[in-house]
């Protein structure tokens, strides 16, 4: 199970990576929001992060005008990696060496195809495990307020 969400700034790139979704056959939550009327995007990045944190959901996609603002939200919750990507390399990357579980992508950034294209890598690429393991539970330590060093 896949949650998406979006705001106003994000609603076109998330309605193509929701056909994408469909297209491939992979089930998912829209946590909305539906219109290009103005809203608030941390109500959005909260019940997609939300979502992800509970284990509803194994991966996220938020959504917004440039991405920050979503990735900035999600990122208060407690358990999520989210991750602001433009291209296909950090897309992949933040998968294979941060495990991040949100991409964040803005529709005033990047197009449509790219979004997809973010979407499909990230989506389909493994966490490498290893060395960065270690480095993603030091983010969690950080998190939990015993990072030592
Ligand atoms: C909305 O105008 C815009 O601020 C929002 O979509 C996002 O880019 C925030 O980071």
Redesign the pocket.
């Known amino acids: 199970m896949i949650a998406i969400g979006c705001?106003?700034?994000?609603l076109q790139i998330k309605n193509a990576v929701i056909d994408y979704l469909k297209e491939n056959g992979i089930s998912y939550t829209d946590c909305g929001c539906y219109t290009e009327e103005?809203v608030d995007?941390p109500e959005f990045a909260y019940q997609v992060a939300q979502n992800v944190a509970d284990g509803k959901a194994e991966l996220g996609i938020i959504c917004?005008?440039?991405?920050?603002?979503?990735?900035?939200a999600a990122n208060k919750v407690k358990g999520i990696r989210a991750a602001v990507c433009t291209d296909e390399f950090c897309a992949e990357m933040t998968r294979r060496h941060n495990n991040a579980n949100i991409l964040c992508m803005?529709?005033?950034v990047i197009d449509e195809a790219k979004a997809v294209k973010l979407a499909s890598i990230f989506l389909n690429t493994p966490f490498d495990g290893g060395r960065h393991e270690k480095r993603v539970n030091m983010i969690t330590d950080i998190e939990n307020g015993h990072f030592n060093i």
């Open positions: 705001d106003h700034g994000g103005s995007y917004c005008g440039t991405g920050i603002g979503v990735s900035m803005g529709g005033r």
